[in-house]
């Protein structure tokens, strides 16, 4: 392990945003992140995982610990179910794919979503109709302050929309090292609820679609609508799909009847921030090297030599001309660093 003084981060977050690392290390085992931790008891710290939701808008004035901690296994099963870990360092995707080709049910619909296993239960991930939460066991983390390893159940991680403790009260105190989901073995339950999914398999004469089929799908449909941040820098979804009181949306679509919902309870209702953003001009329109992409309203892109400022500057100015177009605040998926 050696520590990297003014370490370049561009080919560290999906954005591509040029920004050094004050210190940079990569540890790729626990023993090695405490040692790190224990080491450097006073130097501020920013964990670093797959880099895919995060704006880099200055440089990184902390010691940048890199988790790569690989390594995938059955730990448990039953007759109806089977319970996987991953470590931190693992690709989403790739640890989708590997589920996958086991028939394991449960993160289908979660397929080609960037990033690492390690930060999935922070943000809540989710697409086309499944959550983390849905699948999710328990998590095992590292506590910054103590060095002691502690286990998260579903209930304590109190998962919300793109929420969880670790993104509240629970912040920088803790590093994911491993996550265990529970997935099914057989009678698999197939959603494609979601009117992409299901067209999609339509056009290609599946009506009994397997794992693999659904996943096909899902990575077909992102592969058109999103760009690969390794051709074009982009964080996926920038923003929340805003969640409104049920009293607010009835007053807003009376003004706008065409706008697109979905109904969450008897309180409150989504509504699709993609939709807001195109109409509001937005789609496809480019700021210098910062833009919004052509297919996808919901995603920022990075043309070239974007900085992170250049980027925010876009993302401030959708929100405003939202909010005064519809009454609507959208906030940031993405962590603005």
């Not at 992140?33 to 964990?47: A, S």
């Not at 360092?89 to 589920?99: I, K, M, S």
């Not at 998962?159 to 989901?181: A, D, P, Q």
Request: charged fraction near 25%.
């Amino acid at each position: 392990m050696e520590i990297q003084s003014h370490f370049s981060l561009k080919n560290y977050n999906t954005f591509g945003i040029e920004a050094k690392a004050q210190k940079f290390i990569s540890v790729h085992t626990t023993d090695e992140l405490k040692t790190v931790l224990e080491q450097h008891p006073d130097d501020p710290k920013f964990i670093l995982g797959g880099g895919s939701n995060m704006l880099l808008t200055q440089d990184i004035h902390a010691l940048v610990i890199h988790v790569d901690l690989k390594g995938k296994r059955i730990i448990e099963t039953s007759d109806d179910f089977v319970w996987v870990e991953a470590h931190a360092g693992e690709n989403w995707h790739e640890f989708v794919l590997w589920t996958i080709n086991q028939d394991f049910g449960g993160l289908e619909n979660m397929s080609l979503i960037p990033g690492n296993v390690g930060t999935t239960p922070i943000q809540n991930i989710g697409a086309y109709g499944t959550e983390i939460k849905d699948t999710f066991a328990y998590c095992t983390a590292l506590e910054i302050a103590t060095l002691q390893t502690r286990t998260f159940t579903k209930e304590e991680c109190a998962f919300g929309y793109r929420e969880s403790i670790f993104k509240n009260e629970e912040k920088n105190k803790y590093i994911i090292t491993s996550v265990v989901f529970k997935l099914t073995k057989h009678s698999h339950k197939i959603n494609v609820s979601y009117g992409d999914i299901a067209a999609e398999l339509t056009q290609k004469g599946i009506t009994t679609p397997t794992l693999k089929d659904v996943s096909d799908a899902v990575t077909a449909i992102r592969q058109r609508k999103l760009p690969d941040p390794k051709e074009l820098g982009n964080s996926g979804s920038f923003f929340k799909n805003p969640i409104l009181p049920k009293n607010d949306f009835e007053r807003i679509v009376s003004l706008h009847p065409e706008m697109p919902h979905y109904i969450i309870s008897d309180t409150e209702v989504k509504v699709p921030a993609g939709w807001l953003i195109e109409q509001a001009g937005f789609k496809g329109k480019r700021f210098g090297d910062a833009g919004i992409h052509k297919n996808q309203a919901l995603v920022l892109v990075n043309y070239g030599n974007a900085t992170g400022q250049e980027i925010l500057d876009v993302a401030r100015t959708i929100q405003q001309t939202v909010y005064d177009t519809f009454g609507i605040k959208i906030e940031a998926e993405v962590n603005i660093i």
